[in-house]
T-cell receptor, first 112, second 114 residues
Framework: GENVEQHPSTLSVQEGDSAVIKCTYSDSASNYFPWYKQELGKRPQLIIDIRSNVGEKKDQRIAVTLNKTAKHFSLHITETQPEDSAVYFCAATTDSWGKLQFGSGTQVVVTP | DAGVTQSPTHLIKTRGQQVTLRCSPKSGHDTVSWYQQALGQGPQFIFQYYEEEERQRGNFPDRFSGHQFPNYSSELNVNALLLGDSALYLC?????????????FGEGSWLTVV
């Protein structure tokens, strides 16, 4: 089955700097790659997603890139703010119906 | 447009007891998946329901069972609770449309087994 690895496990950045989280996946048939932000005690919230027919997607300060050849995808957050502090999870699925395989998560801490 | 709703939000059970968690999917969604998220870990897929049938199952024992109703809502049942079942249980709903599926999570049910 699909296996997703996520790095780094923790990421500390100064407010205003950029943050990058990287994920690799094992199954070349994976076709949907969402990113979730989870604040303490709350549900994972979808912040951006990308499908296999697209190489890059941007939404304001957040962008995701996908390299199908290398089987990796990355989340980029620019101009970080303290409210960006949370755990971020990448996920992948080969299944259009929604069985997600999650990475292990990245704790992002943005210091003012 | 209601999002994914789950109940109860928090509950405490004793080892050996049984628990039922409930989920109503987002309006227009017909597929419900359940995930278990232990503290400090990513969500793990338990199973998925579509058209009132279990379509896929993750690596969870038979103590975990579920059901989907004609209105697409779903229940997760866990029998013979163990301390290790303490976790956040998340329901996710989706619908396969022409542009692909998007998956949304409910707020979750926090289960503590003592």
């Amino acid at each position: 089955g699909e296996n997703v690895e996520q790095h780094p496990s923790t990421l500390s950045v100064q407010e205003g700097d950029s943050a990058v989280i990287k994920c690799t996946y094992s199954d070349s048939a994976s076709n949907y790659f969402p990113w979730y932000k989870q604040e303490l005690g709350k549900r994972p919230q979808l912040i951006i997603d990308i499908r296999s027919n697209v190489g890059e997607k941007k939404d304001q300060r957040i962008a995701v890139t996908l390299n199908k050849t290398a089987k990796h995808f990355s989340l980029h957050i620019t101009e970080t703010q303290p409210e960006d502090s949370a755990v971020y999870f990448c996920a992948a699925t080969t299944d259009s119906w929604g069985k997600l395989q999650f990475g292990s998560g990245t704790q992002v801490v943005v210091t003012p | 447009d209601a999002g994914v709703t789950q109940s109860p939000t928090h509950l405490i059970k004793t080892r050996g007891q049984q628990v039922t968690l409930r989920c109503s999917p987002k309006s227009g969604h017909d597929t419900v998946s359940w995930y278990q998220q232990a503290l400090g870990q990513g969500p793990q897929f338990i199973f998925q329901y579509y058209e009132e049938e279990e379509r896929q199952r993750g690596n969870f024992p038979d103590r975990f069972s579920g059901h989907q109703f004609p209105n697409y809502s779903s229940e997760l049942n866990v029998n013979a609770l163990l301390l290790g079942d303490s976790a956040l249980y998340l329901c996710a709903s989706s619908h396969q449309g022409p542009s692909g599926n998007t998956i949304y999570f409910g707020e979750g049910s926090w289960l503590t087994v003592v």
